[in-house]
């Protein structure tokens, strides 16, 4: 048995990664269905990543926090397109749909052999200190520690990320919100770090962002707003999809920045709008957590 296959409980390193990459696909599909949406799973990973490192977790603890922030929605999946994609505010009803999330994520993890390491990041991440999350209700001393990380992260993206009905916030007002509901919504020790990394300028970089180096793009025949997720393999003369308006656009620049410019070629057909997984950008994410656990086990 392998020393990381000592971490999963299972036979051999390869296995674990072959493993782990299943069920980082599988999130990635479930956000595909929302084309607003583009990077969160990233983003989250990554901030949850900055903060557990910055509190002086162990490696094993931050990639395993990491790896809960990218899975954390996976029961969407079983939410409808009409409330996921929803332009605009839930009524009760459409509200209490997307409460089913968390369980019906862990429900999908049951029996697989990774599950113990993100139960408590998909199962807990809507509750709040406070007892008014959700499914459970859990106080504060019963959320899992992975569960509070990824609360705030999670909050965050949301706030700062641009939607079709609103602009994202600047980040220094999404952390006064952060920090008028410490307490009440999130872990107030978690939710202090987190404001001081991000007024240090730690999550510059991930904000508006879906891979390192590659900030969101503007689709330019949408409402304002950045949708549009480039992958790292792609360059100029490629056509790039938006599965917002069903527009196919040939990226005609890309800077040094990361900042593409995209001229409109015609609508696309289905195999263009077909979601894709960024492999490249799991298979590094996956070196990423074997190279943690590893260590921590060597």
């Known amino acids: 048995m392998s020393r990381w296959g000592r971490w999963f409980g299972l036979g051999s390193r390869n296995s674990d990664e072959e493993l782990l990459r299943s069920l980082l696909v599988m999130a990635w599909m479930v956000e595909a269905r ?23 977790l162990s490696q094993a603890e931050v990639a395993r926090a990491s790896i809960s922030g990218f899975l954390h929605d996976l029961g969407k999946v079983a939410v409808s397109d009409a409330v996921l994609r929803k332009p605009g ?30 139960e408590s990041g998909v199962r807990c991440h809507h509750e709040r200190p406070d007892g008014r999350g959700y499914p459970r209700g859990l106080t504060h001393d019963e959320i899992p ?3 509070l990380l990824i609360s705030i992260a999670d909050a965050f993206d949301a706030m700062t990320s641009t939607r079709p009905y609103r602009a994202g916030m600047p980040i220094a007002d999404a952390l006064d919100v952060i920090g008028e509901n410490l307490g009440t919504q999130f872990d107030e020790e978690w939710g202090r770090r987190f404001m001081a990394l991000g007024r240090a300028g730690a999550f510059d970089h991930i904000v508006g962002h879906s891979d390192d180096g590659l900030p969101l793009q503007e689709c330019p025949a949408c409402p304002p707003g950045p949708i549009l997720a480039i992958q ?10 938006c599965r917002a308006c069903g527009g196919q656009f040939r990226m005609t620049a890309l800077s040094a920045d990361g900042e593409a410019k995209l001229e409109f070629e015609r609508m696309a057909d289905p195999d263009g709008l077909a979601p894709t997984v960024d492999t490249g950008l799991i298979e590094r994410f996956v070196g990423d957590a074997a190279r943690a656990l590893h260590h921590h086990l060597r």
Not at 34 to 56: E, F, I, K, N, S
Not at 91 to 98: G, N, V
């Open 145 to 147: 520690r992975d569960a």
């Open 34 to 56: 929302d084309p607003y949406t583009g990077g969160h799973l990233w983003r989250v990973a990554q901030m949850v990543r900055v903060l557990a490192a910055d509190a002086g």
């Open 232 to 241: 790292r393999d792609q360059k100029v003369g490629d056509s790039i999809y």
């Open 89 to 118: 505010p839930l009524d009760d009803t459409e509200y209490a749909e997307i409460k089913t999330h968390p369980d019906a994520g862990w429900r999908m993890l049951v029996g697989h052999p990774l599950a113990h390491l993100v």
